[in-house]
């Protein structure tokens, strides 16, 4: 360790830039639906993930935006 850097814990540390994270995680729910569609394969329980894991990204970044605006977190 260098003498000249401050010591601090990680928890000192702030993420990375949170509009550019929420952004990419529409991003690629929209790809993973586009993939679901536009998929060349027959079965449906494909489509059934893929959609799913979108639905899930966008509700966890819908969440994280209402929980923000409510103040419950920084």
């Known amino acids: 360790m260098a003498g000249s850097e401050p010591v601090t814990a990680p928890d000192q540390h702030k ?16 790809m993973l639906v586009l993939m679901a569609f536009c998929g060349n394969h027959e079965g449906k329980v494909e ?6 894991i979108a639905a899930l990204l966008l509700a966890i970044v819908i969440g994280d935006a209402v929980l923000r605006r ?3 977190r920084s």
């Open 15 to 30: 993420p990375g830039n949170r509009k550019a994270g929420r952004i990419l995680a529409v991003l690629s729910a929209a």
């Open 47 to 52: 489509d059934i993930w893929l959609v799913g």
């Open 70 to 72: 409510n103040g419950l």
